[in-house]
């Protein structure tokens, strides 16, 4: 009996292996033809300079909307791209997609009277691990910066520490040049994955994204606090300047003001959404104050 329900357990769990291996190859060859296709969207998520109450960038997200399967998260297809040599095609059409809205969004920005270097946007975009060890990737940056145009300062390439910590010679190199570039650097997840901190230092990273799951307990947990107030005077030491990752309430963002934190994202701000969606945010909030700052100030 206990023989037969080992069995017909085994069959069951070799079905559900058989039909998540049959999934993960359909996504694989679908996911092939998606980037093809271009059928990858790009998100935009708001970078808040918490000083200035202003909009100081924006991460760009990929998302696969898939006709059958629905909404696809980057955590499923982001390593089935790497696991199939689709990221490297994959991540020079997010790149190529952000660089041009980033300029069409900064012809909104000069058309509104803001047009000094500093007041104009940023864009984030993730580079993953596999991608950030290809050789070719740093004449890829340098194709599409030329072939849209954008003034390389106002690029910043996100990779995790990790990255870093696996093959830290090559990093070391790959940094140099991406730098050499004039794009910047920035350490995303921090306080998450392995590295030490004297890597931080040798590295030549400009800004530290601290991980999103410090912040959303900050308000309520103490050590997630004083991990934020320690990586904010690490980033201070060094030179660093700070991104809170998922600020989700005005407690949240209270307790990152006092502390000196220069930037803040999250669905306190907003959500990333599609270009257009985020466009409409640009026109509400590029000379005035998202609500979240109100209410903070009612509160106080
Ligand atoms: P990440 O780079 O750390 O991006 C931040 C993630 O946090 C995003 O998840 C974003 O939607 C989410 N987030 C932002 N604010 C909040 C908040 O207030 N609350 C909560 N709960 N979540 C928030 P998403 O878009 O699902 O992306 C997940 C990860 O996938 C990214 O983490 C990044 O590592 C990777 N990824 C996304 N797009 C790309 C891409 O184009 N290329 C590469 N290589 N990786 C990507
Ligand atoms: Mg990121
Ligand atoms: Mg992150
Ligand atoms: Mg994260």
Redesign the pocket.
């Known amino acids: 009996k206990a023989k037969e329900q080992g069995k017909a357990r085994f069959k069951v769990f070799n079905q559900k292996m058989h039909e998540q291996a049959l999934r993960i190859m359909e996504l694989e060859s679908e996911l092939r033809r998606a980037v093809e296709r271009r059928e990858i969207q790009?998100?935009y998520?708001p970078i808040v300079d918490l000083a200035r109450q202003r909009i100081h960038g924006f991460?760009?997200?990929?998302?696969w909307i898939h006709p059958r399967h629905g909404f696809i998260?980057?955590?499923e297809f982001?390593p089935l791209a790497e696991d199939t040599g689709l990221?490297a095609p994959?991540?020079a059409e997010?790149l190529r997609t952000a660089c041009t809205t980033l300029l069409a969004w900064h012809q909104l920005f000069m058309a509104n009277g803001l047009t000094e270097e500093a007041d104009l946007p940023r864009m984030s975009?993730?580079?993953?691990g596999k991608?950030f060890l290809q050789p070719s990737l740093v004449g890829e940056i340098q194709a599409i910066l030329a072939e849209t145009g954008l003034d390389p300062q106002y690029l910043t390439l996100?990779i995790?520490e990790n990255v870093l910590m696996i093959n830290a010679e090559g990093a070391g190199s790959m940094l140099a040049k991406l730098k050499r570039l004039g794009v910047c650097v920035s350490m995303?997840?921090f306080g998450t994955g392995y590295s030490s901190l004297s890597y931080l230092r040798q590295f030549p990273i400009d800004h530290i994204?601290i991980?999103?799951g410090f912040v959303?307990s900050c308000d309520e947990d103490a050590e997630s606090f004083a991990i934020i107030k320690t990586v904010l005077s690490l980033g201070a030491a060094l030179g660093m300047e700070v991104v809170a990752?998922?600020?989700?309430t005005v407690g949240q963002l209270g307790l990152l003001v006092d502390k000196g934190c220069q930037y803040g994202?999250?669905?306190?701000f907003s959500?990333?959404l599609p270009p257009e969606e985020m466009k409409a945010f640009i026109m509400q909030h590029m000379t005035s104050p998202h609500a979240a700052f109100d209410e903070l100030t009612r509160q106080r």
Not at 265 to 268: F, I
């Open positions: 790009v998100y998520q991460e760009a997200l990929s998302r998260p980057p955590s982001i990221i994959l991540g997010v975009v993730n580079i993953s991608q996100e995790t995303d997840d994204k991980d999103r959303s990752e998922g600020v989700e994202q999250g669905y306190l959500r990333p």
